[in-house]
C-alpha cells in the first residue's frame, strides 16, 4: 500500500521534427492516500501528462516520483506493470473498455493471469456490483451506454483494489448527470476503499466538490488548494 | 486466457472468417505441395526409369563413329545398326575387366547376309530365248516400290558357248529361287542374355535353342567357308512381293537363224533391246517375304512354321539330279545353306536445317544421299544410295563365304526391353527403327501420318536391327583384327537417375576412355525426342519429303530431371514464402490494430510479457489448427487414396504450417516491447514527422497524403503486398520457363503433364494467399479510420466522396507494392537464373496489376461500410454477441470450412497419385539450341525433264522455312495447278468494279473469286480474311457480294462433307495508280494463308 506519492522537479517534454513541447514545467507535489484530488486545467496545460506520469504510464524527462520513497520507474517494464496491477486504478476518457469482451470479461481483464488470494470472477462480479451494474455483466461495451461503460472501466479499475485510482477526465464524454453519478462513485470508493483518487476535469463545478484542487495552466501548477472537507 | 483470446476473434467476425480462409489455404497448401508432393518422392523417379530407360548405361563406340547429330546431344534411332566394327576383341576384354562394369556386351555388325529359298523349277522346253522377269515390290509404308529385273537365256536354239554379255542372253536360270537379306550382327551370348535377357526370347519350335559353349566357330579349309552358329530373329522380313515370270519372247528364232538373230540382237543392244521385246507369259510365281522367310524357318528347324510338325526335305536330291540333266545350268546354289556377306553396314549422313515449324520440332535434318561413282559395285554404280555402300571386300573371291548352322529363334518382343510404342527409346539394338511420313515436299501434312517400313536394302534410310545374331568369335574370324562396333556397358549400383549414378558413370566412361583410347558416351537419363529429317529422293527421282523419327536426346532426362527439381523446390519455396509472408504481415496488422488496446492492458497492470504470451498463444492456436488440417486432410488422403506416406513426412507437414505460425508471432511479440502504456492515454495515431509532399487540394492528393502521412503502416502495408506480388511474379516465371524447357523433348511434355496439376494448384494457393494479405491490411486501414470518415460525413462529404478516398488510398498502395514487388521479383530472377525473362515480360507484368486489382477490391467492402456508417457512430463498430446474429455466423464459418475442405479434398485425391517430385538438386544450365541451317533441297542430278517439276518444288519448299505462303498461284491459274486439286479449289480473277468513289487518286477493284472445300472444312470469312496487297499496302474488302454458296455453316465454315462452295465478288478501293497486287487469303486452316497474284 503506497501511502504517500511525492513528484520533485517534474518536467516532461516530448520532441519532434525539430520542436520540442514541453508539457510538464518544474512541478512539485506531494499526494497523500485517502484524498480526493480533483486536477483542473484547459487543454494542454498538462493534466493528463501529470496523470500518466504519476501512474507510471510514462517517465519523466526530469526530476523524479517518489512512491513511499521508492522509484519505482527506474525498475522494468515488468515491474512497472506489478506495480500498476497493485496500486494503480486507471479510468480514461474514452472509457478504453476492450470491445470483443462483455462487461464481466473487461472486468476481469486486469487479473488474467495474475496469482491472487480471491476468487476472480466473484471479485469481478462484486466489483459490478459496486458501480451498480450487476445486470449488465454479460453486454458488450458497444451494447451499453457511456455512463454505463465508464461504469465498467471503474469496475475494471478497482477490481484488484488499488491503493490509488487515476481517472483522465472520466466525466468528459458524459451528459453533466451522469457526469456527477460517476464522480459519486469516486467518491463513494474514494470514501469506503480509503483510496486516493486523483481525477482530471474541465469541469469546475466537479472540481470543487474535491478535497483538494490543483489548478493547472500551461504546464506549471498554478495553485493547490483545500477544496470541500468531508 | 484461451477464453480472451476467443472471444477476440469471435466478436470480430469478418477478420476471424478471413484467419480460418487463411489457416485453411495455409495449411491446405502446403498440405498439398510439401506433404503429397514430397511423400510420393521417388515415383516420378521410378516411373522415368521404367518408361525411357535403355538397357544399358553407356555405350563405347570407336573414335570417329560420332555423327554431326550428336553435337547436340542427338543420336538417330538404331545408330548401332550403322556402325561397323573398329574395337578389338582385346579393349573388349579390357573393358570387361574395368571394376563396377557388371554387363559389357560388345555388338559386331557384321553385314548383310542373304538368304534365299528355292521353291523349285519351271520346265521349259519349246526352243526360243526367254525372259525371266524378277519383279520385287517393297512396301515402304509410304507407298510400293517396284524393282524389275530382267534376265534372258535361250533354250534348246542357240548355244552359249564362247559368247559373250553383249548378246544380252546368258545361262538358263529357271530356279524359282528368292532371297531374303537380313543384318547378321555378333554378339557375346552371356553378356547379352545378362543385358537384354536373350536367352529368355528364343521360342519354342523344333530344336531351337540359345547358344551354348559348344556352338563354335569353324572354318571349313576344304570348301572355304566359315561356320559360325546362328539365331535368327522370327520377324526377320521385310513387307515385299516377289513375282518370277518366265516369259517367251516374241522372236523369230530358230537353230538355224538363231546364230543371225542373235547378232541382230547384239547390234540393236542385246539386253537393252530385248528390254524392248513383246513376251508370251510362260509360267509366274509369287511368294512374299513373309511366306520366303517362314519358307526359310521351316527348313532350317526342320519343322512346319505352323504346325509344328516335321517337314521332309528332300531338295538336295533333286539339285543333283538337276545338275545331271543340264549341265549349261549355272550353277545356282550349291548348298543353299551357303551364304556371303556383300556389304558392310554404314552410317547415315546428315547435314542440320532449319526446321520449318521449330516449335513442334527444334532439331530438323536434312539426309545427304551418297553419290556412287563408277567404281561402286554393280548394283549402286552411279546410283545415289541414302547410305556409302561399303564392300566388305574389295574382290570377290575374298568376300566371305559361310554356312550359318542354324540354332535357335528368338522373338525380339519378348526380350527385356521396353516396348511399349508410347514409352520406347530408340536406341536399343533389337528394335526395328520407325519413321512417320509427316510432311510432303511441299510442306502438306499427311493426315494421318505414314508410317515407313525398312525395305530390306542395307543402305536405305531405315536400317533394320540384326535380325540374325552369331558370335563375337564368330565375327571376329570374318571381320578380322577389329570387329566389334559398339560395347552396351551396365554399370553396377546405378539404379535411379540421380546425380550420384552420374558420378559413378563419368567415373567408369572416363576409365574406359583412359585405358581402351575408345570414345564413351553416356546413355543414362536419355529421352525420345522427335526429330525431323528431309529425305531427298535418289536417281533423279521425287523427293520423299518430311519424315519424323523419335531419336534419342542423350542425357536429357537427368536436366529436365534438375530442372524441374529445382524449379520445383523454388515453387514450393515460393508458395510457403507467400505463406510466411502472409502469415507474418497478418500478425503485425493484427498488433497495429490493438496497439491501443494493448496500451490499455499495460496502463491497467498488464506485465508485456503477458501481451507476449498472447500473442504468442493466439498464434499457437491457429498454428495448431493448420497442423491439424493438415494432418486431417493427409490422413484423408491416405486412406482414400494409394498414396504412401512416410511418418515423419507426416509428421513435419503438420508441424511446418505449426512453426510458421508461431513464426509469425516473433515479429509482433518484438513489436509489443515498444508500446508505451503512455498510448492509452493518446487519441489517434501519433506519427512524430508528418510528411506533406503536396498540398491537400482535393481528394486524390488528400488520399495520397494520408498515405505518406502514416508511412509507417503504409510501408508496412506496401511491403506485405510487394512480397506476395514479387514471389508469384517469380512463380510464373518459373512455371513459363520450366514449361520452355519441358516441351522440348517427350520426356520433358510427360514430366510437364505430371507436375501441372500441382503448378497450377501452387499458383492458386499463392494467389489466393496473397489476395487474402492485401485484403487483409485493406481492411485494417480502412476500418481504423472510421472515425475519420463519419466525421468527413458530418462535415457534409458526399458518399461518392469518401467512397473515393478510401478507393484511391487502396490504388496508391498497390501501385506502390506492384512497383516494389516487381523490381524484387526481377532481382530475384536475376539471383536465380542470371537471365531476365524476355518472352513472358508481358505476362509477369501484368501480375503487377494484381496488387492494384486487390488494393481497389480489398477497399471496396470497407470503404462501403464507412459510407454506411452514420456519423454519430463511429465509434459504434459492428461487434456483438445477439444470438441470432451469432447463429447466422456459426452457419457461414462451418458451411465456409466445410466447403474449402471439401473443395480441396475433392481435388487432393483427384490429383494426388499423379503428383510425384522429388527434392533437393542443384543449378544445371539446361542450353536448348535447335539446329540451324538452311534446307538445300533436291540435289542438282536432275536433268531436263525433271527440271519444270523441280523448280516448283524448290519454290515450295522454301517458302516452308521464310515467313510466307502455304502455296501461292496467279491469276490465271487455279489452286489445282499448283497440286492443291485434292483439298481445295481456289481460283479469281478481276472483274468490272461497281465501287462509286468519290475521292479523286482511288479507284475500285472487283475481284471475283471461286473457293471449294474438298477434303475437310475450311473457314471463309470474305470481310476480313481476305485482303489485297501490294508492295507497301493491305486493303480490306469494301464490299462483299455473295453470289452463290453452298455448305457455309454459321457465315464461316465451309464443310468439306457438304460440298461447301463459295462464289463471291470482292471490292476494294486502292489508290489510281495500283496495277500489280496479289489477293490474300489467311484464316485458321490454310497455315500461312494462300496468294493469287495479279498483273
Known amino acids: 500500500m503506497i501511502q504517500k506519492i511525492i513528484c520533485q522537479h517534474l518536467e516532461k517534454s516530448f520532441k519532434g521534427d525539430g520542436t520540442k513541447t514541453i508539457a510538464l514545467k518544474n512541478v512539485d507535489l506531494a499526494f497523500e492516500k485517502g484524498e480526493f484530488t480533483a486536477i483542473i486545467g484547459p487543454s494542454g496545460s498538462g493534466k493528463s501528462t501529470l496523470l500518466s506520469l504519476l501512474g507510471t504510464l510514462d517517465k519523466p524527462s526530469e526530476g523524479t516520483i517518489t512512491y513511499d520513497n521508492e522509484e519505482i520507474l527506474k525498475k522494468s517494464k515488468s515491474k512497472l506493470a506489478d506495480f500498476r496491477f497493485q496500486e494503480i486504478g486507471f479510468i480514461f476518457q474514452q472509457f478504453h473498455l476492450l470491445p470483443t469482451l462483455t462487461a464481466l470479461e473487461n472486468v476481469l481483464t486486469p487479473l488474467f493471469s495474475r496469482k491472487v488470494p480471491y476468487n476472480k470472477l466473484e471479485r469481478a462480479k462484486e466489483a459490478l456490483e459496486q458501480v451498480g451494474l450487476q445486470d449488465k455483466m454479460n453486454s458488450l461495451p458497444s451494447q451499453l451506454s457511456g455512463g454505463q461503460q465508464q461504469r465498467v472501466a471503474i469496475a475494471r479499475a478497482i477490481v484488484h483494489k488499488p491503493s490509488w485510482l487515476l481517472a483522465d477526465e472520466p466525466t468528459g464524454n458524459l451528459d453533466t448527470e451522469t457526469g456527477e453519478r460517476i464522480y459519486d462513485l469516486l467518491k463513494e470508493l474514494n470514501e469506503q476503499e480509503g483510496c486516493g483518487v486523483l481525477f482530471v476535469t474541465h469541469d469546475p463545478a466537479l472540481a470543487a466538490k474535491a478535497n483538494r484542487i490543483i489548478t493547472m495552466k500551461d504546464g506549471v501548477v498554478l495553485s493547490d488548494k483545500v477544496g470541500v472537507t468531508s | 486466457m484461451i477464453r480472451f483470446i476467443w472471444q477476440n476473434w469471435w466478436r470480430r467476425k469478418e477478420r476471424f472468417i478471413l484467419l480460418i480462409i487463411g489457416a485453411f489455404i495455409v495449411s491446405a497448401g502446403l498440405t498439398y505441395l510439401i506433404g503429397l508432393s514430397e511423400s510420393n518422392k521417388g515415383t516420378i523417379v521410378d516411373n522415368l526409369q521404367q518408361r525411357w530407360s535403355a538397357s544399358y548405361d553407356i555405350v563405347v563406340r570407336p573414335e570417329g563413329t560420332r555423327s554431326v547429330t550428336e553435337e547436340r546431344k542427338l543420336l538417330e534411332p538404331n545408330y548401332l545398326s550403322g556402325l561397323s566394327g573398329g574395337i578389338s576383341l ?55 516400290e517396284t524393282k524389275i529385273n530382267n534376265y534372258y537365256f535361250p533354250i534348246n536354239v542357240w548355244d552359249l558357248r564362247n559368247k559373250g554379255p553383249e548378246y544380252g542372253v546368258a545361262a538358263p536360270y529357271l530356279d524359282l529361287l528368292v532371297n531374303g537379306h537380313s543384318l547378321l550382327a555378333g554378339i557375346d551370348p552371356e553378356q547379352e542374355a545378362k543385358l537384354v535377357g536373350l536367352d529368355e526370347a528364343i521360342i519354342e519350335l523344333g530344336t531351337s535353342r540359345y547358344f551354348v559353349d559348344t556352338d563354335t566357330y569353324y572354318f571349313d579349309e576344304g570348301k572355304g567357308y566359315h561356320e559360325i552358329p546362328i539365331i535368327v530373329n522370327q520377324t526377320a522380313y521385310v513387307d515385299k512381293l516377289e513375282q518370277i515370270t518366265f516369259e517367251k519372247l516374241d ?264 585405358r581402351t583410347g575408345l570414345i564413351t558416351d553416356i546413355t543414362l537419363g536419355s529421352s525420345p525426342q522427335l526429330a525431323l529429317s528431309y529425305v531427298p529422293g535418289l536417281n533423279g527421282g521425287e523427293d520423299i519429303g518430311w519424315l519424323q523419327q523419335p531419336w534419342v536426346n542423350i542425357g536429357s532426362s537427368i536436366s529436365i530431371f534438375k530442372e524441374t527439381k529445382i524449379s520445383f523446390s523454388g515453387v514450393v ?296 456508417i452514420i456519423p454519430n457512430q463511429g465509434m459504434g463498430g459492428n461487434i456483438t454477441n445477439r444470438k441470432a446474429v451469432e447463429k447466422r455466423l456459426k ?37 536448348f539450341s535447335p539446329t540451324e541451317g538452311e534446307a538445300s533441297i533436291k540435289e542438282p542430278k536432275d536433268t531436263d525433264e525433271q527440271n519444270v517439276n523441280a523448280d516448283d518444288a524448290d519454290d515450295e519448299i522454301t517458302l516452308i522455312g521464310v515467313d510466307d505462303y502455304l502455296f501461292q498461284f496467279n491469276s490465271s491459274q487455279t489452286s489445282e495447278d499448283v497440286g492443291w486439286g485434292n483439298q481445295l479449289f481456289y481460283a479469281a480473277k478481276e472483274v468490272e468494279s461497281t465501287l462509286v468513289i468519290a475521292e479523286s487518286g482511288m479507284k475500285g477493284i472487283a475481284i471475283e473469286f471461286t473457293f471449294e472445300a474438298r477434303d475437310s472444312d475450311y473457314d471463309i470469312k470474305p470481310k476480313s480474311y481476305f485482303t489485297l496487297i501490294n508492295s507497301e499496302e493491305t486493303y480490306s474488302p469494301e464490299k462483299v457480294t455473295i453470289l452463290e454458296v453452298e455448305g457455309w455453316e454459321n457465315e464461316e465454315w465451309l464443310l468439306g462433307r457438304e460440298d461447301g462452295k463459295i462464289h463471291a465478288v470482292l471490292e476494294f478501293k486502292v489508290p489510281e495508280g495500283m496495277e500489280s497486287y496479289g489477293l490474300e487469303l489467311k484464316n485458321r486452316t490454310l497455315g500461312y494463308g494462300v496468294l493469287i497474284s495479279f498483273d
Open chain 2, 90 to 144: 582385346e579393349q573388349y576384354e579390357t573393358i570387361k575387366a574395368i571394376p563396377g562394369i557388371e554387363v559389357a556386351a560388345p555388338i559386331a555388325m557384321i553385314g548383310y547376309a542373304s538368304y534365299s529359298v528355292n521353291y523349285g523349277q519351271v520346265e521349259l522346253t519349246e526352243p526360243g530365248i526367254y525372259r525371266r522377269m524378277m519383279e520385287t515390290t517393297v512396301n515402304n509404308g509410304i507407298g510400293e
Open chain 2, 251 to 514: 522372236i523369230e528364232i530358230n537353230e538355224e537363224n538363231a546364230d543371225a538373230v542373235m547378232e541382230k540382237v547384239r547390234e540393236n543392244g542385246g539386253e537393252d533391246y530385248l528390254d524392248t521385246l513383246s513376251a508370251e507369259v510362260i509360267d509366274t510365281f509369287s511368294v512374299t517375304g513373309k511366306e520366303t522367310f517362314h519358307a526359310f524357318i521351316n527348313r532350317m528347324t526342320g519343322v512346319d512354321w505352323e504346325t509344328g510338325e516335321v517337314v521332309v526335305l528332300e531338295e538336295d536330291e533333286e539339285e543333283e539330279s538337276n545338275e545331271d540333266e543340264d549341265p549349261l545350268e549355272i550353277i545356282t546354289q550349291v548348298d543353299e545353306d551357303v551364304t556371303g556377306i556383300v556389304f558392310k553396314p554404314s552410317p547415315l549422313e546428315y547435314q542440320e536445317i532449319s526446321s520449318p515449324y521449330a516449335d513442334r520440332w527444334p532439331y530438323t535434318y536434312q539426309v545427304v544421299p551418297f553419290q556412287n561413282s563408277d567404281d561402286a559395285v554393280g548394283v549402286y554404280q552411279n546410283k545415289d544410295t541414302f547410305r556409302e555402300p561399303i564392300l566388305i571386300a574389295e574382290n570377290f573371291l575374298d568376300q566371305p563365304r559361310m554356312k550359318p548352322n542354324w540354332i535357335g529363334f528368338y522373338e525380339a518382343s519378348n526380350l527385356a526391353i521396353s516396348m511399349d510404342p508410347t514409352t520406347e527409346l530408340p536406341m536399343e539394338t533389337y528394335r526395328p527403327a520407325s519413321a512417320e511420313y509427316v510432311m510432303d515436299v511441299n510442306g502438306n501434312p499427311i493426315n494421318p501420318p505414314k508410317q515407313l517400313k525398312p525395305t530390306g536394302d542395307p543402305y536405305s534410310f531405315l536400317t533394320d536391327p540384326p535380325g540374325m545374331l552369331t558370335t563375337i568369335e564368330a565375327a571376329a574370324n570374318i571381320l578380322g583384327e577389329k570387329p566389334i562396333s559398339a560395347i552396351r556397358i551396365k554399370v553396377a549400383g546405378v539404379a535411379d537417375l540421380s546425380d550420384e549414378s552420374q558420378a559413378i558413370l563419368e567415373q567408369v566412361a572416363n576409365e574406359i576412355e583412359n
Open chain 2, 573 to 868: 519455396g515460393s508458395v510457403i514464402a507467400v505463406a510466411i509472408v502472409y502469415v507474418w504481415a497478418s500478425g503485425i496488422v493484427n498488433l497495429l490494430a490493438r496497439r491501443k488496446e494493448f496500451a490499455v492492458l499495460l496502463s491497467i497492470g498488464w506485465r508485456p510479457n503477458q501481451l507476449s504470451r498472447l500473442l504468442f498463444f493466439e498464434s499457437s492456436i491457429i498454428g495448431i489448427f493448420v497442423a491439424v488440417t493438415s494432418w486431417m486432410m493427409l490422413g484423408f488422403v491416405y486412406i482414400s487414396s494409394d498414396a504412401s506416406l512416410s511418418f515423419n513426412r507426416f509428421l513435419w507437414t503438420g508441424l511446418f504450417g505449426f512453426i510458421v505460425y508461431v513464426f509469425g508471432s516473433f515479429i509482433p511479440m518484438l513489436l509489443t516491447r515498444n508500446i508505451s502504456p503512455y498510448e492509452a492515454m493518446r487519441t489517434g495515431e501519433i506519427s512524430g514527422i508528418s510528411k506533406r509532399i503536396f498540398q491537400t487540394k482535393g481528394i486524390n492528393r488528400m488520399a495520397f497524403n494520408h498515405f505518406i502521412g502514416k508511412w509507417k503502416r503504409s510501408i508496412l502495408s506496401v511491403i506485405s503486398i510487394a512480397l506476395p506480388t514479387a514471389l508469384l511474379a517469380v512463380f510464373l516465371y518459373i512455371t513459363f520457363r520450366l514449361r520452355g524447357i519441358m516441351y522440348t523433348s517427350l520426356l520433358g511434355e510427360y514430366v510437364a503433364l505430371e507436375i501441372g496439376p500441382a503448378h497450377y494448384v501452387a499458383i492458386l494457393v499463392s494467389l489466393s494467399i496473397a489476395i487474402l494479405t492485401t485484403a487483409e491490411i485493406m481492411w485494417q486501414n480502412v476500418s481504423e479510420r472510421r472515425e475519420e470518415i463519419s466525421l468527413l460525413q458530418a462535415i457534409g462529404w458526399k458518399r461518392w466522396s469518401i467512397r473515393r478516398l478510401i478507393l484511391a488510398e487502396g490504388v496508391f498502395s498497390g501501385l506502390f507494392a506492384a512497383l516494389i514487388g516487381l523490381s524484387l521479383a526481377f532481382l530475384i530472377m536475376w539471383g536465380l537464373y542470371g537471365a531476365f525473362p524476355t518472352e513472358e515480360i508481358g505476362f509477369i507484368l501484368a501480375t503487377g496489376l494484381i496488387p492494384v486489382v486487390i488494393g481497389v477490391i480489398g477497399t471496396i467492402f470497407p470503404a462501403e461500410r464507412a459510407v454506411r
Open chain 2, 891 to 927: 452457419w457461414v464459418v462451418i458451411s465456409t470450412s466445410v466447403l474449402l475442405v471439401g473443395t480441396f479434398l475433392m481435388t487432393m485425391i483427384k490429383v494426388a497419385p499423379n503428383i510425384e517430385q522429388a527434392n533437393d538438386g542443384n543449378e544445371v544450365e539446361y542450353a
